[in-house]
C-alpha cells in the first residue's frame, strides 16, 4: 500500500486495536507516527507512574512490547496480509529512570529483512523477526522475536 489514506488508515486501525486492550487503554498509548522502517509509541508519564515519581518499569516493558508487536502488525497489514502477531520471547536492558512521557521507537533488529520475513510467511503461513525498541534517550532498549501466524 502506497496510497497516504491506506496508510493513515491501517494506523488508525492499528490504534482502534490497541485501544480496544483494557491495560493499553489504561495506560494511555498512542501510535506517534511511522517513518522510515520504524514505529513510534508514546504514554504519558502520568498513567505510568511509579512510587518513585518516574516511568513504572512494566510500562517502560509494555510500551517497547507494545511498539514491537504494533510494528510487526503493520508491516504485515501493508503488505496485505492478515496475521496474529505475537512476542515469543525479549530481553530488555533498563540504564536511566524516565521522567517524562514515554516515548518508544521499533525497528526490525540490523541483521533483519522485512522482505525475507514477508517472503517466508507467505510460504509457510508464519515467521518470525527480531525487532529492537528503545525510550527515547536510550534509558531503557528491548530485544525481541516476534512471531506472524496466518489467520485462519
Given at each position: 500500500m502506497s496510497d497516504t489514506s491506506d496508510h493513515d488508515a491501517l494506523l488508525r486501525r492499528l490504534q482502534a486495536t490497541l485501544d480496544a486492550m483494557p491495560p493499553v487503554a489504561a495506560m494511555g498509548i498512542?501510535?506517534?507516527?511511522?517513518?522510515?522502517?520504524?514505529?513510534?509509541?508514546q504514554a504519558p508519564l502520568a498513567t505510568n507512574v511509579n512510587d518513585k515519581g518516574n516511568a513504572f518499569g512494566g510500562s517502560l516493558a509494555s510500551v517497547m512490547t507494545l511498539a514491537g508487536w504494533a510494528l510487526v502488525s503493520l508491516r504485515l497489514s501493508l503488505a496485505g496480509h492478515g496475521a496474529e502477531v505475537?512476542?515469543?520471547?525479549?530481553?530488555?536492558?533498563?540504564?536511566?529512570?524516565?521522567?517524562?512521557?514515554?516515548?518508544a521507537t521499533a525497528r526490525a533488529a540490523p541483521d533483519e529483512d522485512w522482505g525475507a520475513f514477508l517472503a517466508l510467511f507467505d510460504k509457510r503461513g508464519r515467521a518470525r523477526?527480531?525487532?529492537?525498541?528503545?525510550?527515547?534517550?536510550?534509558?531503557?532498549?528491548?530485544?525481541g522475536r516476534f512471531v506472524a501466524l496466518a489467520k485462519g
Open positions: 498512542r501510535i506517534a507516527g511511522y517513518a522510515d522502517g520504524a514505529l513510534r509509541l505475537y512476542v515469543a520471547d525479549s530481553s530488555i536492558r533498563y540504564r536511566a529512570p524516565v521522567y517524562g512521557d514515554l516515548d523477526i527480531a525487532v529492537r525498541a528503545q525510550i527515547e534517550g536510550g534509558a531503557a532498549e528491548l530485544e
